[in-house]
């Protein structure tokens, strides 16, 4: 068993791990090339949170979903570095919106530069990823086209918080679709569709990429709180401090509506207080760490992984079949 990517997918099969790998290696050296620039501003801030590294976790999935057509297809590698330009450029904006200071475990764009130069860098790799997603095809740029509006939608989601007749938990279930999983979809349909799968293949993969996804941002909602940090390359509590209710909070905000205790109505009131203070969000971090919510939001990603995994049911059984399972058994790990 051997550990691949970034991401630490553990992979069996040799002839698999070699094929990955070598995508993996094609896809850093397709990032570096889509980010350069003839103004050397542009080059170091776009190259920024590349450099920083990341999981890979959206090019990951297009390797593993092109081995069910031909793997070394022209587009494939392609389409992998459209994704993680997609999601880089998602991360620049994403952190001036949240006046984020750490982004995997760097400086983020808005606190090394500012604002401006983070928003329109996050701009500069939306255009690079559409330069390259042009040479793929007009079907692959209304794919990306419509990943991108639910990606943007669920932002807008997410800001304007569930309407009064809304469950927040559903609420919060279809901004992380719109957010997450759309383009984690497209990352697995991309690697089936640019490697020839077979229709039937390619609509599972996109199937099983949108569950996944979920899961994966709900694990790391779960070591925002859970972890030191090193795992997300986040300050733990960011979401806590930065006012975002996650499916832990969310939890703990329906245990009080449940007529919960006054244990629970009190960190409930300490989670929607000002938490800028240290000491305060300490206290709410502590107190959310041992609080049952934060098990009912790991076991709840526990089945998502699983309803993931079941997705691949109709694929013929295959070393890539494995470690997409096995991409499951990693999304259940990071929350554990």
């Not at 297809?73 to 998602?90: F, I, N, Q």
């Not at 349909?189 to 199937?207: C, H, I, K, N």
């Not at 990429?209 to 972890?227: K, M, P, T, Y």
């Amino acid at each position: 068993m051997t550990v691949v990517g970034p991401f630490g997918l553990s992979v069996r099969d040799k002839a698999l791990e070699a094929d990955v790998q070598a995508g993996l290696s094609a896809v850093e050296h397709g990032l570096i090339a889509a980010t350069k620039s003839d103004v050397p501003l542009v080059t170091d801030a776009a190259q920024h949170l590349v450099r920083a590294g990341g999981k890979r976790f959206r090019p990951l999935l297009t390797l593993l979903a092109a081995q069910f057509g031909d793997p070394h297809a022209p587009g494939v590698v392609p389409s992998a570095v459209v994704v993680e330009l997609t999601h880089l450029a998602t991360l620049y904006h994403d952190d001036v919106m949240d006046e984020a200071d750490v982004r995997r475990g760097v400086p983020s764009a808005n606190a090394n530069w500012d604002n401006s130069v983070a928003v329109l860098t996050g701009d500069f790799l939306f255009a690079r990823a559409s330069h390259v997603l042009a040479d793929l095809g007009p079907e692959a740029v209304r794919i990306q086209a419509e990943a991108f509006e639910r990606l943007v939608t669920g932002q807008i989601l997410e800001t304007a918080g569930p309407r009064p007749e809304q469950d927040p938990i559903d609420h919060y279930l279809d901004v992380l679709a719109g957010k997450t999983g759309s383009l984690i979809a497209v990352s697995a349909r991309f690697g089936g569709l640019m490697s020839g799968a077979d229709e039937r293949t390619v609509s599972v993969l996109t199937q099983f990429g949108e569950r996944v996804g979920i899961a994966f941002q709900l694990a790391d909602d779960v070591l925002d709180i859970a972890s030191d940090g090193h795992e997300s390359g986040k300050t733990p509590g960011t979401d806590l401090r930065e006012g975002v209710a996650t499916l832990p909070v969310l939890h703990l905000r329906a245990r009080v509506a449940r007529s919960g205790s006054a244990e629970d109505r009190a960190l409930a009131g300490l989670l929607a207080g000002d938490l800028d203070d240290d000491a305060r969000h300490a206290e709410a971090l502590a107190g959310l760490r041992a609080h049952p919510a934060l098990q009912e939001a790991r076991e709840y990603t526990v089945r998502c992984a699983e309803q993931a995994r079941d997705t691949l049911g109709p694929l013929p059984d295959c070393a890539a079949k494995d470690a997409l399972a096995a991409l499951c058994d990693a999304v259940v790990h990071r929350a554990g």
